[in-house]
């Protein structure tokens, strides 16, 4: 518990500011952190969607389209994972799979997209 404390972050700032450069540390940390979370919980899909959004934040695509699938998998009605996946999917050309996503994270209710 102790470990998982001190890697919790402290802030989501750096996650919620698109405008700047990304601040490799700050981002690692929240990697690290996510990582134990999800290994603690034996897969978390919240877990795994914040490492998709970390390592998007990176442009590390493999690795971000490879957790928000997890997430996508465990919690299909998670807006925002799919959402996520499906803008990683277009930007990676793929524009059958982003439409198949972004489709069905539109088709979502609003009551359980943040559940």
Not at 89 to 115: C, E, M, R, V, W
Request: aromatic content about 14%.
């Amino acid at each position: 518990m102790r470990t998982l404390n001190y890697f919790m972050p402290g802030s989501y700032t750096a996650l919620l500011d698109d405008a700047g450069p990304v601040n490799r540390h700050v981002f690692d940390r929240y990697i690290i952190y996510y990582k134990l979370i999800s290994g603690l919980t034996g897969g978390n899909a919240d877990a795994y969607a914040m490492l998709g959004i970390c390592y998007s934040r990176l442009e590390q695509d493999r690795p971000a389209i490879k957790f928000l699938e997890k997430a996508m998998a465990l919690k299909p009605q998670s807006f925002w994972a799919g959402y996520d996946l499906g803008a990683l999917y277009l930007k990676n050309n793929d524009h059958t799979k982003s439409s198949q996503i972004l489709t069905q994270a539109i088709s979502i209710p609003p009551q359980t997209a943040f559940g």
